[in-house]
DNA sequence: GTCAATTAATGACTGATCGTCAATAATTGA
DNA sequence: TCAATTATTGACGATCAGTCATTAATTGAC
């Protein structure tokens, strides 16, 4: 019975190992550069114990996806506790956006993977639902964030327009942005020399088209954004 | 002599064969169904004479993106004389570019994978060339409005904003949310229904943000873009 | 402590598929 | 007509995902 405990632990510290090299080899050379039977030497276990954890490479994949995306929610919670008005708050929503991407770099790689390959039907019913939940979640703090704007009244949307349409409007920028910055390598060239400050710059462009009061001439939310980013690294450490 | 400009028509017919092959293959089962036997034994040549044409399997791929974007340059550069303010050739641009992807539906998943998997390392310089310099033409067109309207006075721009940063804001708007719609199967569970329209009036947000005359309640962008769009699907009959 | 039953770990093997290349076939032009 | 050139072929080597019969380790009843 209490040895039931430790085999328990040693199959999820060895589950870690797994998503640890798993990421590693991921980050250095890509979907294709993540191979099973390398995994399972640098583990210094036999290929079939790798699959006793995990069905299939895309499991993998979208096991390290999951996990980073947990995170987020959990960033994006926090920041939405932000105190101020609600457009100070969704302001903060960015800043987490931004220090997600920051202390998860790799995320991106695998979540365009995910999004791309033909990854997604080979993965299972239960960690697809923990993504699309995930997913759902991030989307939910936001729309309440915009929810908040109206019923304050700084925020009115025409009356076709959906909360959920705004949000839909954050997440392409920002899920599009990043996209771009970490695959086009002629991003200067074009003459984007800072694209994060741009996106920030295009996303507070946005909001003002909307409407939503105080206007980014009035408050300086990129200020918001540096000090939200503050807490998060702070209690990083 | 002359059997010499017939055996050079039959190589560019066997390579659209080819590329057609690829393209139905891409569509139907993502990027581990493309399948270079396969394509051979559907084509009735040898796998060697395939690979005659292209080097690898991910030149296939990325000689059907470029050609999907040379397209998309063409028609931006003729959505760009639409005869109108410049805030209202900008809306001929989105049109372009819906338009566009109606009618390449398969260029998404094919600039997804080739912006994802390792698959740039693999092609051939001269390939790569191609595309970017598709991109970049695209990116000149664009910015080339957005300076007309600075010039017209109907537009100003923060000091530290570059005509590229509002380019930035509208591409990656518009790439995050073709790829978000053609991956995500729970948008409308989102409460996202009409993420073409949402995509739509979000740009429009972004450029009143920007103070772009005329704004969008003023001028009705949509039809505008609806015009440019008949256009189009006229001219394609 | 013994041993049968259960659980865990192994790695050789199958199958799929990419890309190569020596061998063969077809074409050309002197 | 035939040697030289060009085009085509498909068997082959290499890589890698995933399987499964075999072997090793652990457990718990006695």
Redesign the interface.
């Known amino acids: 019975m209490v040895t039931q405990a430790r085999k328990e632990r040693e199959r999820l510290e060895r589950e870690d190992q797994i998503l640890a090299h798993a990421l590693e080899m991921l980050q250095q050379?890509?979907?294709?550069?993540l191979n099973m039977d390398r995994i399972a030497a640098r583990m210094e276990y036999s290929k079939g114990t790798i699959y006793q954890h995990f069905r299939n490479k895309e499991e993998i994949i979208l096991a390290l996806a999951n996990r980073a995306l947990e995170k987020r929610v959990d960033m994006f919670r926090r920041a939405a506790t932000w105190s101020g008005r609600p457009r100070e708050r969704m302001a903060a929503i960015g800043a987490a956006a931004e220090s997600f991407v920051e202390k998860y770099p790799h995320h991106f790689?695998v979540e365009?993977?995910v999004?791309?390959?033909?990854i997604w039907e080979k993965t299972s019913e239960e960690r697809r639902r923990i993504m699309?939940t995930c997913?759902?979640q991030c989307?939910q703090i936001v729309?309440g964030i915009v929810r908040d704007g109206l019923s304050s009244g700084e925020l009115q949307l025409?009356e076709d327009?959906?909360?959920?349409?705004?949000?839909?409007?954050l997440?392409?920028?920002?899920?599009?942005?990043y996209?771009?910055l970490t695959?086009?390598e002629?991003l200067s060239?074009?003459?984007?020399?800072d694209?994060v400050l741009?996106?920030r710059?295009?996303m507070?462009?946005?909001?003002?088209?909307?409407g939503w009061e105080p206007l980014s001439e009035v408050l300086d939310y990129n200020s918001v954004m540096d000090q939200v980013k503050a807490g998060f690294e702070r209690e990083q450490s």
């Open positions: 050379s890509g979907y294709l550069g790689t365009q993977i999004r791309c390959a033909s699309e997913e759902s989307l729309s025409p327009r959906s909360p959920e349409d705004l949000v839909f409007g997440w392409s920028m920002s899920w599009g942005a996209t771009i695959t086009s002629t060239e074009n003459g984007i020399t694209p741009a996106l710059h295009n507070h462009e946005m909001l003002d088209g909307y």
